[in-house]
């Protein structure tokens, strides 16, 4: 028998699409005899949040399972042709309101209308999930008889355990088989967002499945950019030793596996029992052997991967939002350079990318030749439209008009309004998408002007420390022959928004910094354990100070391509006004 | 017996402030032998959001029971007084995670520590309630003993009943009741939020709960504002016919009531289980006895809530964020007319405002002479600082710099963005707040520049409809003699962003538009539908096309007080990408 891995990369609510993707997959191979497997929410793409129960969805979806209604039992019928799918099984009240929404999979043969064949048991309801608030969980564990093959079923979460969780839905999986009948193999359709290091956690679940059930373990799940999330694909199938397959990452992929080839070779072995939920995925990226405690570094094949993911995250959203352009302010500074490299990296074929560079009085001149010298290695057009004469004139207005001189934090945050002004009118002139270039310490300590610097369609360096800015620049100089001025890399780090401003003049270095600020963030350190870990009382309360006092600025931020468990973002929900309640 | 409603005015996670009005409540007043009731979550403030997951918040918040436990077991026992406390109750897990946090009553009385007597079993998930992503549900129904009186015990959510909810907590508490013995009063610790229309169903509500029951009910509710959510506080008591008392709305209240005044009157009636899920509050406000149909207007007595919320809404934000100023920017229309208009009634002794009018090339003179007479009338100072000059140096720089002229909408958003960072620079400079002046038709479909006229701290006009701005405007000129000058209210609304520019050359009259968002933003009508409620498939096509794409601008929008049952803000989910499905 033969099982078909089908990771598609499709958009939510685009149901023109999604049957045509359906079609080609089953029509267009060449043996398409066995079980398809097509991800979690195929039929309707995921996360959808309010499309949920919005009316004008539910029309449109209700329309489409009927067409594919009449496209079945259009065909003949073949029982050697069988797909599992994922899909939304609504349930409407006497208004024709949606009482009941689950999220389900659906067997599909050729000249049979869909069947609901199993729900999905364990709902995610943290962080970015919020299934709990859409969707009715299944309680029942299901095994489906196909052509003689028995297939154990579940959809996403439900391979995960935790002791936070009131159910299990592998237990309940393995009760069942134990009641009944061996299954020859284990399924599971999955929508998993990406994040770095969950790809080897899925492997080793699968193992574990796969040794609790007696039976290899098939895994597949999509590939997409949806707004900030992404959908890595890394599709697989194990045993309860090896990986047998895994598909590529971010790119759409079909493979054909034969079930012969894992029988016979599952075995017994110690279950961990790996958890997926946010007490396990929240744990502090820190280095626990330095004093104070650190970032851990990455590693080269997390930085591939990393590299791999914001491209395809930045690709995402311009399809999406019909942009070929794209258009990066330069400072000078490592932020706006690493964030113009990965795009001009990422750039396909007939787009385009452009810099701009608004220099103020505050500007130094080795920014405008580090500027230039990086736009000549990434062979990117430089403009060049200084605010300086702007920047003055609005200073006299302010004298003259208001009566009253622009100085301190109004004329510093000024000069970086007037940049995403003019940012905005070059993107609108030239039709180009406009990318922040924030990282996440800075994001973190509102360390940049709102509507100023911090404007942007979307980030892609938001979930990334400044640590790690530095990390991924050297990575990619590695890589692409010091394409980066090291001039950039070396310099201090600076605003320039008054004479001779650096970053260090108000914030601790950054490698404190960032490992302070992942304690906080991962929501699991109190100011006393971190000052345990050997940051100073001091720091320790500006840093969250500055934390806690720039909610506001985080809520009116852009999306930030999510490569980390726990980041700024829709699964980030802290209210503005509160009080600091610092405790020690 | 006394009862005493305690309507407090507190903020989240102050647990100082929190503390202090806690004891406050029990001795300063003068009879406080009975039983108090204080709100749901009191003893955190709520909504937490994320905070109930932050290590931090979690420390502070177990300090302070200790606190409270200290300061009970240093009094004397005095079982004459005894309260009824929300707050939250921590379990954790081998790791000291919090693996259950539970939303419960606590009692309290002298000389005793704290004690969890009821836990929340209706945790509300919809719209801006994420309760289930925190807390674990209770399962058991609670009835107190407390001096001979027993006390049938509810927290907020779960006086509610739905078809759509799996359990019926009042129903729990009735047949508790019929296998043991009547209660004497039935009590609801609330954190409510307000919406317009919501206060007569808790009321009726409440009476039909006195008559399941067969006892009083005592409804507390919290005041605040927590950014965009508004608590109004109304705390009451009914039997089964009659509303006995009801407590001020916005703002803190205490009221000592006796149970005998209620005793012997509570009678059946019937029932008709009134709902509060969302698919009983998101009805569209619709008079479907028009063709097409309408906005239902505005009654009086509505507008005088909404002014009193908004305003109180308003102070809440500026005085948890530390603000005593206010900015606005007039442009001579209606809707930054009515902001400034509310926030000049909402000011408090001490406090400022300030409005700044810039005018460009395409400003009429008679938008200068509105805005002024506008001032005139409410004592408003008024700044002017036109950016014709920068905006055309601005447009020179282009053509020379960029080698390309700023024209269409380029040369539109400019003007806008220009705006918005004097408007800022203006802000920092004087330590102002800068009020929105966006309505929620503008937002709906996006009829506003991204970091231009969409900027601000809060907005308070963001959950009003166009035409209810006009409402407003007008009620506002019946209460306070004309204080809007008539020309602001009667002239065509513009961006005045180009010549001639009107809103109605890009738009369907805002009558017409405000139904179809209305229907659209109410998650209940489909196109179709709005298509047999008299709106022409053209206009139903355009203004959902302006409503679907304009979602990243929404992303980006500052906190909007709410003030109906479905609002752009926290509990509005929707993708930024996602496809029309625009389907007839």
Request: hydrophobic share 40%; proline share 4%.
């Amino acid at each position: 028998m033969q099982i078909h891995l089908h990771q598609t990369h499709h958009d939510i609510a685009d149901f023109h699409g999604i049957f045509n993707t359906f079609k080609f997959k089953l029509n267009g191979i060449a043996e398409n005899h066995g079980i398809h497997l097509f991800p979690e929410l195929f039929l309707t793409g995921y996360p959808l949040a309010d499309l949920v129960v919005q009316r004008p969805f539910i029309d449109s979806y209700l329309k489409f399972l009927k067409q594919i209604d009449a496209w079945s039992t259009s065909l003949d019928p073949n029982p050697n042709i069988n797909a599992l799918i994922g899909g939304l099984d609504y349930h409407f009240d006497d208004q024709n309101l949606p009482e009941k929404v689950r999220n389900v999979a659906f067997h599909f043969t050729p000249g049979v209308p869909l069947k609901v064949v199993y729900t999905k048991i364990l709902l995610p309801n943290y962080d970015i999930f919020d299934e709990e608030k859409y969707f009715t969980p299944g309680d029942t564990p299901s095994i489906l008889e196909l052509n003689g093959l028995r297939i154990g079923l579940l959809i996403c979460e439900d391979m995960w355990v935790s002791s936070h969780h009131s159910v299990d839905p592998v237990q309940q999986l393995q009760n069942l088989i134990q009641s009944t009948n061996p299954v020859d193999l284990v399924v599971n359709l999955s929508g998993s967002p990406f994040h770095l290091g969950k790809e080897s956690k899925r492997h080793s679940r699968g193992k574990e499945i796969s040794s609790l059930l007696q039976a290899p373990f098939f895994y597949v799940n999509r590939v997409g950019g949806e707004d900030e999330v992404l959908f890595d694909g890394g599709s697989f199938a194990v045993n309860s030793k090896d990986l047998i397959y895994k598909g590529n990452l971010f790119h759409e992929d079909s493979k054909r596996l034969v079930i012969p080839d894992f029988l016979g070779i599952t075995e017994n072995k110690e279950i961990k029992n790996q958890e997926n939920t946010w007490e396990d995925l929240f744990k502090a990226n820190l280095n626990r052997n330095t004093t104070p405690v650190t970032l851990n570094t990455l590693l080269d094949e997390d930085m591939e991967v990393l590299l791999h993911g914001l491209a395809f995250g930045l690709q995402e959203y311009a399809r999406k939002c019909g942009f070929n352009k794209f258009l990066v302010a330069l400072s000078g500074g490592i932020d706006s350079t690493l964030a113009l490299t990965i795009a001009k990296l990422a750039l396909k074929p007939g787009q385009e990318i452009e810099a701009i560079y608004m220099p103020s009085i505050f500007s130094a001149s080795i920014s405008y030749e580090l500027s230039k010298a990086l736009c000549e290695n990434l062979q990117i057009p430089l403009k060049s439209l200084p605010i300086k004469f702007f920047h003055s004139s609005i200073k006299h207005a302010f004298s003259d008009n208001i009566g009253s001189d622009l100085e301190g934090l109004a004329d510093e945050n000024i000069q970086s309004r007037l940049r995403a002004a003019l940012l905005y009118a070059r993107s609108n002139q030239s039709g180009a998408m406009t990318l922040n270039t924030s990282n996440k310490s800075e994001i973190a300590v509102g360390y940049s002007t709102l509507y100023g610097d911090s404007v942007g369609a979307i980030s892609i360096l938001g979930d990334l420390y400044k640590t790690e800015i530095f990390e991924l620049c050297r990575f990619i100089n590695k890589k692409f022959e010091n394409i980066i001025p090291e001039g950039i890399i070396t310099r201090e780090p600076s605003a320039e928004l008054r004479e001779n401003q650096t970053d260090s003049q108000s914030l601790p270095t950054y490698e404190r910094l960032d490992a302070m600020l992942e304690g906080i963030l991962s929501y699991r350190l109190s100011l006393k354990e971190l000052h345990e870990l050997g940051f100073t009382k001091k720091e320790i309360n500006k840093v969250y100070g500055l934390y806690t006092k720039s909610e506001y600025k985080r809520r009116q931020f852009c999306p930030i391509i999510k490569v980390r468990a726990k980041s700024f973002g829709f699964g980030y929900r802290v209210p503005i006004c509160k009080s600091k309640f610092v405790n020690y």
